[in-house]
């Protein structure tokens, strides 16, 4: 047998089924699944037995209810697999992933597997935060010891372990909630290998009705005992003295005072006069106290000062802190006191508080700088920023200087700066002006990097740095203006940092069409003349490098074009239905001498196909790198237009005929109950078009937000998330590859500004800022 899958399950009636569908619709079929029955009292058995009635693969264990750590256990004492591996029962599986796993596990030798998870509900699919960073690439035979963030990786059930593996080590669940990390993080100190795969192996639930997961129940008090005790387990193993070495305990440290911290002290703030407040205080010191003072110290402020209100016991002040960081409550600012630097608080409830809590190095006075548009107006980059120096307080006479400065040279060039206001008191915006014949008359025939440096002078504090963050949007695409044939500007982010990058491209594509039959016609050209025999178009993906020969032209050698056979470039994964499968394919020209990338001339035209059901797309990549994606069909926004406040969208579906009627505009107000706004849909062959009157919606939003009886703090951007209903379920629609560079300005309306713009992979959204209540 290959592998073992282990699935405990408990009052999961409405999500098992789809959970063993996905295990049954696996394409490695050479496995057993054993379910563990931990004393379900719902439907969730007589499902179970139907899948073991008709599949002998699935075979059913029961004992007394004892929790999910000893249900896994029980299951491992069933498994005969060579592999193992584990699912929650309210989980789904992609239908690749356990093949994808095992054969890497076969090639390497390595003692287990651990993959990418991304979180869904109802509404789609999204990155999972704790996953997408430690997973984002490929990497054999990894060492936690020499690759310190997989420690933060605290699930068991991503993963696929080797059994042998498992039995040397005797590894067991404890009795308790949060069982997972401390036999996670033991794998990975133990194991001389793992293979760290990118692919979406594992799809992690958030209930939408019925009863709330472990992660949904996080203020409970068993909830944040079992947490602190699981935490206090894990630390452990990371002490000093143990071997490991000090990059991966300090990583341990950051994740739990990145996420346990805030959940303890939220738990602690809000039990005042509850009866479990003082065992919540005691489980919330005991954390606070294990954790390493020199990681502690390089947190922010308030970090610093949750934790040291939490040790002091002071729940009342920590609630006004939890407050400040929901929005609740103004931020502090600062006052001089001789030669100390001090936290002022608005209100009372920081009378008290001594002085040895409240003090401020230079340091916590920091400026923090997001580019929040990129847009070119003729050869004038405008870009717009948010700018604020933390504690510095109201922004009563704001100043802004910004400036590019060469990445590697040093070289400076000054920008303009206009439109300078302030937002919510202490957030100061404006608008960067960078002059593009200026730019590349310093920049010349080089390809360089610029930063974005921005002065601020609130009035009391001055400070300046590189712009660092980056908004989801207009300002992550990459924004370019052609200077002529040899000379592009394109901006950014690279390396965290928002840049503009000079760029003499040596080859880049001219034209896209449909060739003949299933051809793809490309036509580009090049700085220098190629060799009229042998120069070649490389098209590679991770897995695949495909070399198609040139055809240059014998009276211009600088022009080329490739026919390339769109079979030859079809993915022959199978379909998911709950991942689609996306093939990013890199474009290279080759000479016998000489390798270049080939870029994507931002004047050209771009275009989708269709090839056997699935899409390919000719796209403009990282820094208009040129690039063919290859993908399920997809909802694609290639028009948009503004008539007064109505938002005109036109798009695109190359997929089968769609009965689709209308447009689906999701705004997640609330997380398990969001509103749902429905726009008419008209369908004429493959194209789509609709109208949304973006005044009607922020003033729904507005309603909506009035009526609330909550006290949820009014946030500076609220988003409907734009989707499409197609074959019984929810599309994601995606702003076209031509389109992010010509989104239409932001739509005022007496409610707040409707910008349409994008997020991860372009998909479709409408932003609303300004929102009044």
């Known amino acids: 047998m290959k592998l073992s899958v282990i699935v405990p399950f408990y009052n999961v009636e409405r999500y098992i089924h789809d959970c063993l569908a996905s295990i049954a619709g696996q394409t490695l079929r050479d496995l057993e699944v054993i379910l563990v029955d931990d004393g379900s009292p719902d439907g969730s058995r007589a499902i179970a037995e139907k899948f073991v009635a008709e599949d002998p693969r699935f075979k059913l264990v029961t004992q007394k209810n004892a929790g999910l750590g000893p249900a896994r256990n029980t299951g491992i004492g069933h498994a005969t697999g060579t592999y193992l591996t584990f699912v929650d029962s309210d989980d789904v599986i992609p239908r690749d992933a356990f093949r994808v796993m095992t054969e890497r596990l076969d090639r390497s030798g390595s003692d287990f597997a651990a993959g990418d998870a991304r979180r869904f509900n109802i509404h789609g699919v999204r990155e999972s935060w704790v996953h997408v960073v430690p997973f984002a690439d490929d990497i054999e035979r990894a060492d936690v010891r020499r690759m310190s963030l997989l420690a933060t990786d605290r699930m068991v059930w991503n993963k696929v372990y080797r059994r042998s593996f498992w039995e040397k080590h005797g590894y067991a669940f404890p009795a308790m909630l949060y069982e997972d990390y401390p036999v996670t993080l033991r794998a990975y100190l133990d194991a001389d290998g793992v293979e760290i795969v990118s692919q979406p192996i594992y799809l992690w639930r958030e209930r939408d009705e019925g009863e709330l997961s472990i992660t949904q129940r996080a203020f409970e008090l068993r909830n944040i005992n079992d947490r602190v005790t699981s935490d206090l387990m894990v630390l452990a193993q990371v002490e000093p003295g143990t071997g490991v070495p000090a990059p991966v305990r300090h990583k341990v440290h950051d994740l739990f005072l990145s996420s346990d911290v805030g959940a303890v002290a939220r738990a602690m703030a809000f039990s005042v006069g509850e009866p479990d407040h003082d065992a919540l205080v005691d489980a919330a010191q005991r954390l606070v106290r294990s954790l390493d003072t020199e990681v502690v110290a390089r947190r922010t402020r308030m970090e610093r000062l949750r934790c040291d209100l939490i040790t002091a016991g002071r729940a009342d002040v920590l609630r006004h802190v939890v407050d400040i960081g929901d929005g609740f409550a103004p931020a502090p600012t600062h006052v001089r006191r001789g030669r100390r630097t001090l936290l002022a608080f608005d209100g009372d409830a920081f009378a008290d508080l001594p002085t040895s809590l409240r003090v401020l190095a230079d340091a916590d006075l920091e400026q923090h700088v997001q580019v929040t548009t990129a847009r070119w ?294 997380a398990d109950q969001p509103e749902e706004h429905d726009v008419t849909l008209r369908m004429e062959g493959d194209r789509f078009s609709f109208e949304v009157d973006v005044a009607e919606l922020s003033a729904r939003m507005r309603r909506t937000l009035d009526a609330s009886t909550d006290d949820a703090p009014q946030l500076d951007e609220e988003e409907w998330l734009l989707s499409f209903e197609h074959a019984d379920r929810a599309m994601t629609a995606f702003v076209g590859n031509a389109l992010v560079r010509t989104l239409p300005d932001p739509i005022p309306t007496p409610d707040g500004t409707v910008e349409l713009t994008t997020h991860r992979r372009f998909a479709a959204r409408l932003v609303v800022s300004g929102l009044r209540r």
Do not use: C
Not at 383 to 401: D, E, H, K, L, Q
Not at 488 to 514: E, F, H, K, Q
Not at 649 to 664: D, K, Q
């Open 377 to 670: 107006t003729g050869s004038d980059l405008g870009i717009g920023i948010r700018a604020v120096i933390t504690f510095s307080g109201p922004a009563t006479a704001p100043a802004v200087r910004a400036w590019l400065v060469e990445r590697d040279g040093g070289r400076r060039l000054d920008a303009r700066v206009d439109g300078i206001g302030v937002v919510n008191g202490s957030d100061v915006v404006a608008t960067v002006h960078v002059d593009g014949p200026a730019l590349l008359a310093l920049a010349g025939d080089r390809t360089t990097s610029w930063e974005l440096m921005v002065e601020l002078d609130t009035g009391s504090v001055r400070r300046q740095g590189l712009a660092t963050r980056i908004k989801q949007g207009s300002a992550m695409m990459a924004q370019a203006w052609r200077g002529d044939d040899q000379h592009w500007i394109v901006s950014g982010r690279d390396l965290g940092n928002y840049i503009v990058r000079t760029l003499r491209p040596a080859a880049w594509l001219t034209g896209v069409d449909r060739g003949y039959g299933d051809e793809l016609a490309l036509s580009g050209r090049t700085q220098k003349p190629l060799p009229l025999q042998g120069a070649l178009l490389e098209i590679a993906s991770d897995e695949r490098e495909l070399h198609v020969p040139l055809s240059v032209d014998p009276f211009d050698p600088t022009r080329w074009d490739a026919h390339v056979h769109l079979g030859l470039i079809s993915d022959p994964r199978h379909h998911d239905e709950y991942v689609p499968a996306t093939t990013e394919y890199r474009v290279h020209l080759l000479t016998p001498r000489e390798r270049h990338p080939v870029h994507a001339d931002p004047a050209t035209a771009l275009d989708r196909f269709l090839h056997r059901g699935r899409e390919l797309q000719v796209v403009s990549g990282r820094f208009l790198g040129a690039r063919i994606d290859e993908t399920d069909p997809e909802f694609v926004l290639e028009e948009a237009t503004v008539a007064g406040t109505v938002l005109s969208i036109a798009g695109r579906w190359l997929g089968p005929s769609s009965t689709s009627e209308t447009a689906v505009l999701r705004w997640h107000h609330t």
